[in-house]
């Protein structure tokens, strides 16, 4: 079995799957990139900036519902691709993106600073969700694996094999999580592997340290570019991107 890891193609519809084969499962995804230069620890302050242009009603862009925090798959992730505000929303975050689109002004403030979100490029994707031999190769960037329990496993490990093996346990739960979140359940078994990590490193979000590392894997599903994995994928963290230039090993 084969897999085209460059296959994405034009949606017919932005808001429905449009594959020629019924029995294939297909991600919509639409990135929408910013003509805004952004830092990395502003990401949670885009989302601020985002939503507060939006009414109440835009559940997808915040997670919040009427009765707390909407704990699904984050089908609206704020990005910083080359350096620069994203916006990519996923399947039902397509259709909701025209909340936004639809607003007569984007002026707005990301923390103090005074901005106008003024859209660079839109691209809109149909993603092939599918097995793929041989096996894909990924860049995982800011993925914040443990949490406060399985930090102490993953120390406790005695050797980085051992550890190793907890982080491709992990990565394959994120993966199958985002999976259920955009309604896809594969008929194979993921197989993951990492190739190489950078040191774990430790970042703030909203004041509390976090764990949080680089690192490249291979694994035979075929992933869209951009896609959030793991804790706080909402604003960033855990964004998947493929390896198109397989000599380089740089994280």
Not at 95 to 121: F, K, P, W
Not at 128 to 152: A, F, I, M, S
Not at 199 to 214: E, H, N, Q, S, W
Not at 226 to 249: D, E, F
Request: net charge neutral; aromatic share 6%.
């Amino acid at each position: 079995m084969g897999c085209h890891p460059h296959s994405e193609k034009k949606p017919k519809s932005i808001a429905t799957s449009s594959g020629n084969d019924p029995d294939m499962d297909e991600v919509n995804t639409l990135l929408m990139r910013l003509d805004t230069p952004i830092e990395r620890w502003e990401m949670p302050l885009l989302r601020g900036a985002v939503n507060s242009l939006l009414s109440c009603r835009s559940t997808l862009f915040h997670n919040h519902t009427t009765e707390g925090l909407r704990y699904s798959y984050p089908l609206v992730q704020y990005k910083r691709v080359g350096g620069k505000a994203a916006l990519l929303c996923i399947g039902q975050g397509v259709d909701a993106l025209g909340d936004l689109l639809s607003v007569e002004s984007l002026d707005t403030h990301i923390g103090q600073r005074h901005v106008v979100l003024r859209i660079e490029s839109i691209d809109a994707l149909a993603h092939p969700v599918e097995e793929c031999t041989p096996p894909v190769t990924y860049r995982l960037r800011d993925w914040l694996p443990l949490n406060e329990r399985n930090h102490q496993l993953y120390q406790g490990e005695p050797s980085m094999a051992a550890r190793l093996i907890m982080l491709e346990r992990i990565l394959t739960g994120n993966i199958l999580s985002m999976l259920k979140g955009v309604d896809i359940f594969i008929p194979f078994p993921l197989r993951v592997t990492i190739t190489s990590t950078s040191p774990l490193r430790t970042i703030k979000y909203k004041g509390v340290p976090l764990a949080a590392m680089d690192l490249q894997f291979e694994s035979n599903i075929s992933l869209p570019d951009h896609i959030g994995l793991g804790k706080h994928a909402s604003v960033g963290y855990g964004t998947v991107t493929k390896v198109r230039n397989h000599n380089s090993s740089r994280l």
